[in-house]
């Protein structure tokens, strides 16, 4: 996954920014990263991206991530079998 692929796909959160949120504000918790522009507060299909990247910062290593299309079309899927919501 590259820098600017989107990891929320519901609000448009790249990894590049959500990369940043993690460098600059430090949070404690990988819920926290909802205030980096509302990432996985949609569908939830980001969060565990998001996680993987809070991790990966913690530990100072690159995350495993996939790559944009392969994330993009797992939504789908995420979606079709009730595990959330897009918003509107």
Not at 20 to 44: H, I, W
Not at 58 to 72: G, M, N, S, V, Y
């Amino acid at each position: 996954m590259q820098p600017d692929d989107e990891l929320c796909l519901c609000f448009h959160v790249t990894r590049r920014k959500v990369e940043n949120y993690l460098r600059v504000e430090r949070p404690a918790a990988p819920s926290q990263l909802a205030d980096c522009y509302g990432a996985g507060t949609g569908c939830g299909w980001c969060r565990p991206l998001l996680r993987k990247l809070f991790e990966a910062q913690r530990a100072q290593a690159e995350a495993d991530l996939p790559d944009a299309a392969d994330h993009a079309s797992g939504r789908g899927e995420h979606i079709a079998t009730g595990g959330g919501t897009p918003p509107k």
